[in-house]
């Protein structure tokens, strides 16, 4: 059972976090290299989505999915149109030469504040590279899954 | 010889708490106690409720998404948090290491046994609290024990020691399993917790290892009182 309330422990603090941010994925992985010099492959971003204080506004970094896969995109907003929760943004990644309109969905010209899954607040160098090796090399997985099997057959409780 | 066959490494404190406080319930149990499982119910009740939670919330989450349900898990990880702190005072003020709650088989006493140690320290607390029948009396008895008392030097397990410590030292125990208790009484009741310097010095002179049997019979020739030098190794 102690194994059990770990896992789920674990679980319900990213479940809270989320929560709180109002983000389905607070913490996400930078996996290109679109945003550099600021963000590096591998860096751990920490997001928020609540706009409490102002607008998610020009120049603001976020992080969106296009609609359809489920890759999490960090890029630089630099257009706006609108206010509130249907305004329209353009992004672009710093590293990139072209804004982002290619990347949206075939006839999608524009985010809409709701893609937008939240704003970067604050980010870790480095950290992210393990959930990258994770999914490059699947059979890393397995052991990670066998070391914790181990762990628990082993343990008194 | 009542010694188990498996052996425990003597330097770990963890391990020799853990099998003395596993033998506990095997021997009170079977002198007759009836063993009450109240708090070990509700502590496995609060803590699977929190999983069962837990596992719900990322069912939900799996199936309609995080904007859909957000309320929900919200809810979720405040109740979630509610049942784990529940859980943590639980375990921590109402069980205070507790090992075994029962009623003796004649008297109809409430036994409550708890342990404890110190950290690298090898000596076994016990507490023994005993209710009498109908709520009426509340009596608390303080052991102190060496875990050498019932621990050879291999790290075996021996039975007999252990529970002519509890039977001799706790009126109730000694009154359902008179064996021992007479056999803890005949040998002088309480047991140096420790081999004093003085022994320890013989020892070193004599050239002899400070744990194990020939340790053992090394001191008990040295020792004062009416300990027996094979005492431990006698069925």
Known sequence: MNFGLILSTAFMMWKGLSVMSDSPSPIVVVLSGSMEPAFQRGDLLMLWNRNLFSETNVGEIVVYNVKGKDIPIVHRVVRKFGTGPDAKLLTKGDNNAADDTELYARGQDYLNRKDIIGSVVGYMPFVGYVTIMLSEHPWLKTVMLGIMGLVVVLQRE | ?235
């Open chain 2, 1 to 235: 010889m009542a010694a188990s066959q498996e052996k425990i490494t003597v330097y770990n404190l963890a391990d020799l708490k853990n099998t003395s406080d596993d033998a506990i319930p095997n021997y009170l149990n079977s002198l007759g106690f009836a063993q009450s499982h109240r708090l070990t119910d509700v502590r496995l009740a609060l803590g699977y409720s929190a999983f069962a939670l837990a596992a719900a919330c990322f069912a939900w989450d799996y199936k309609f998404g995080f904007d859909s349900t957000k309320q929900f898990t919200a809810a979720a990880v405040a109740l979630y948090t509610l049942l784990n702190g529940a859980l943590t005072l639980w375990v921590v003020y109402v069980e205070r290491g507790t090992v075994y709650v029962g009623t003796a088989p004649r008297g109809g006493e409430t036994v409550r046994v708890s342990t404890a140690t110190k950290k690298n320290v090898p000596t076994y607390h016990v507490t023994v609290e005993v209710t009498g029948k109908g709520g009426k009396g509340l009596e608390t008895l303080k052991i102190s024990r060496a875990f050498t008392e019932w621990f050879d030097g291999v790290g075996r397990f021996v039975a007999a020691p252990f529970q002519e410590m509890l039977a001799g030292s706790v009126a109730v125990i000694g009154r359902a399993d008179p064996k021992r208790a007479s056999k803890a009484r005949e040998e002088g009741g309480v047991a140096p917790a420790a081999y004093t310097p003085e022994m320890l010095d013989a020892l070193a002179q004599a050239n002899v290892s400070v744990v194990g049997s020939a340790a053992e019979e090394a001191t008990g020739s040295e020792a004062a009182g009416a300990k027996k030098a094979s005492k431990r190794r006698k069925a």
